[in-house]
DNA sequence: TATTAAATGTGATATATCGCACATTTTTCT
DNA sequence: AGAAAAATGTGCGATATATCACATTTAATA
């Protein structure tokens, strides 16, 4: 943990891009700049929250203790904050935020992120409206879990690490098959199977964790008819 | 549709109360009051949406079109916004939202409504708060919807309308079996059996739309056992 | 009130998915 | 390097749920 100069920081937030150099210098005497490894926890659910977590780089599920087993609500990937409707209300933290790669976080201060919404419209406005993005695409993602489904929630998370993750039609996955089940909200056998599957039709070349996409336009008509 | 003096209105929302009295009078101007009956569509899909919408009073169902059939993401009950997210960024309606039962809703100019949000800072951090709480909500509503069998959703359901809704134990339910089977991610059929089943081990007493809960306790570990 | 349409309940069957068991591979740690 | 632990793939049986079919009730409409 160490003290930043949030003038020069290159990957701000569109609200953070508001502030003016005075507010900035404020921000950066609030600002605990702090690197995880991937399996580190940097929010832990039902514990007090008592800063705003900004994903500077890196990647993070977003994820529940369930009954049995965790529950991925999604992935996030840096720029952008964490569980920021956590930080108002009751000041709990929902959610567990755990690094699946090596990222960057800078923790603010509520208060003072208060303030700046407080005394700087436009910092609020851009606030309401990453919520608001916020908020479609989680809707978005609470569909695709309730109508569709294994082998179309399965294409529909490997288009989500291709096109919204990583832009590329190859990568190594940054997860167990066991959290591609709890973010698909599937067992981890089926997870299997269906990769394996994948493989045969030549939909995917799987080899471990490593995936290649070989026929996009069928994995998305299988993500979209379900 | 009449002109409106939200000064003497008695149903603000949590952001309107900020307002000072000068703030009201503009909305007074900018704000057109509609009532709705069961079964009228208030907000459609894919329309484009130049108006932010305050549910004054009454119930109303958030639904999106699937490729057979529909999905109720919520039900949302006055006073509170509707479909706030869509109102900012492609101000295109992602939902739908249709009347339960009579409802009157208030439709307020979005550009009038965001200049409330950069000149009055109680107003925009009270929209933040309501953003918040909503996806807190929305994330609770999709870990039901997720990790539940049908027996567990359906009895979600049913307190959902006691706890939240009604705040009784006897109701009349304001939906359709298939409309039920809609909000709990399940089919009509299968809500009927439950719905059978819950009424023979006497935990409900279901006589058409008439519900009377038996027995709470039950209704809820089986709500949360899954 | 008669007629039609919509909503509802329920049995039988098909099917998708889970859960378990176990072999095998990969990773982690000493 | 070697041992222990974790992750992974796969067959098989159990099970929850969807789907289809049809009777019956309830509501809507002329």
Do not use: W
């Amino acid at each position: 943990m160490d003290k930043t100069i949030c003038q020069l920081c290159k990957s701000k937030s569109a609200a953070t891009e508001m502030l003016n150099d005075n507010e900035l210098s404020v921000l950066s005497e609030n600002c605990a700049v702090t690197n995880f490894l991937p399996g580190d926890i940097i929010i832990k659910q039902d514990a007090h929250s008592t800063n705003v977590a900004f994903l500077k780089s890196g990647l993070v599920k977003i994820h529940v203790a369930g009954t049995v087993k965790d529950k991925i609500l999604k992935l996030t990937k840096a720029p952008a904050y964490l569980c920021l409707p956590s930080n108002f209300g009751d000041k709990i933290n929902h959610f567990s935020a755990t690094a699946l790669e090596p990222t960057t976080v800078c923790f603010i201060d509520v208060n003072v992120f208060k303030k700046f919404i407080y005394e700087n419209s436009d910092f609020a406005f851009q606030i309401i409206l990453e919520m608001s993005k916020n908020e479609l695409q989680n809707f978005h993602n609470c569909l695709n879990n309730a109508q569709k489904q294994n082998i179309g929630r399965v294409a529909d998370v490997i288009l989500l690490f291709a096109n919204t993750i990583y832009n590329s039609n190859t990568f190594i996955l940054p997860v167990t098959r066991e959290e591609l089940a709890a973010l698909a909200g599937i067992t981890r056998e089926s997870v299997s199977r269906i990769l394996t599957e994948f493989n045969n039709d030549k939909t995917l070349k799987v080899n471990g964790r490593q995936i290649t996409i070989l026929n996009e336009k069928l994995l998305k008509q299988i993500s979209e008819k379900g």
